[in-house]
């Protein structure tokens, strides 16, 4: 049964790849809920799935079974067209690997992709102030650190001002004192905006701030 109010809603998924000959089993029976202003961390060993929930749930993969719901619409039978809509607009996703334009300076990024979920104000110094990039605003992307890249891609997100923001270890590459400041400014910006997070990480300390956990196990390797 689909939980109500919530954002995300997730019942009996599961994903395979075909290794070969053999289909791998990565997701199984897998059923969670995040509502309005709720946070979830996704933690589990390297290969557990993570990345291919959060794919899954940008509509970038499809799920072999199980239903979807988002913002209280069944995912089932909708198109690319969906999917490409909702990613543009209202779901903000940050990839593992930060999709900067690299032709943009990091504010240019910052102000299309905003500009693409339609909002025209884009209050991008402020983006850059709330990631530490203040003064970074018009360097291009292969002349800052894969951590400031990354914090970029965040405050891409955080200008679409969406209803719902998916982060692959947003932590992951950056140094300690960094990686408070990013989870500080996603969890402010949750508290403001009451925007609902699923965030993978290794970092205990990242998933004790969210409001729960979900645990994937390793499945292929059993
Ligand atoms: N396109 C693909 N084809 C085949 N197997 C894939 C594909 N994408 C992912 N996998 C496999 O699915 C499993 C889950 O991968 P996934 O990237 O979701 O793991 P993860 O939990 O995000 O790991 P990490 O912590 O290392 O980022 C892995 O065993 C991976 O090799
Ligand atoms: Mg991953």
Redesign the pocket.
Known sequence: MFVQDSIVDVRGLYKS???GTEQ?R?LSDLSFSIAHGQSMALM??????????INILSGIESADDGDIRLFGESAAKKDTDWWSGLRGTRIATVF?NDNLMPTLSLGDNIRLRAQLAGRTKVAVEHWLTTLGLATLGHRFPDQVSGGQRQRAAMAMAFAMLPGLLLA??PTASLDGATARQVADALFHHQHETGCPMLL?T?DPALAARCDFTLV?SSL?AQ
């Open positions: 790849y075909l290794d791998v990565v589990g060993p390297s290969g557990s799935g993570k990345s291919t929930l593992q692959d270890e993978s290794h994937l292929g």
